[in-house]
């Protein structure tokens, strides 16, 4: 797994010249014990790599004369050589671990199924289905007429992020209704152990 953080610095290509240069760090793993962790720092000039930190080697390498330049300036300098020792935790290890919790949270979605005004048998009716608060995003929701998937008359389907790493999912069937005829909302998501189906 990877993930990327950029930065904006300021890089000296001699005494009186800076220019802007970015500055990526990368973080990649494949161990959810985070064990093998590798955080790199890649100095970036006008889309050309100047030097590199791998946390793996300890220290900068240059691949040009100025690249080379800046590498052995940083590699003299005690407190950056520590701080990218450091980073790996605070950078790299720190939001892998939050982005594996977050991976394995599940929240199942609360559901409610309503006609979106008084319904009558025999008359054309839109149903509604709500599917509220659940982590993570996917979902899939089907209505069931007498048992039977439904995909003709669904009207629309809304998807809608809440924000807060929760979403919610609105599904509208429009049918007529007849007694006897039992019309339901399934709704499949890893946070349930099996599909809801819940009855209008």
Known sequence: LHFFVHFFISLFLSSFL????LDID???FSKEDLSDMIYTVKLVFNQKLLCSYDSRLGKYV???EYGI????????QTWKMKQRKEELETICRANARLYIKSEKRKVP????VR?????RYGQLTTLEC?????YPQAINVTWLLDGSEVTGDVVSTEFMDNGDWSYQMHSYLELVLHRGV??????????LEEPLVTLW
């Open 115 to 119: 006609s979106n005004s008084k319904a």
């Open 182 to 191: 039992p019309v339901s909302c399934r709704v499949e998501h890893s946070g």
């Open 18 to 21: 800076i220019k802007s240069a």
């Open 62 to 64: 240059g691949y040009d």
């Open 109 to 112: 979605p609360v559901v409610t």
């Open 26 to 28: 990368e973080c990649e």
């Open 130 to 134: 709500h599917a509220y608060d659940f």
């Open 69 to 76: 330049r800046n590498a052995e300036h940083y590699n003299n």
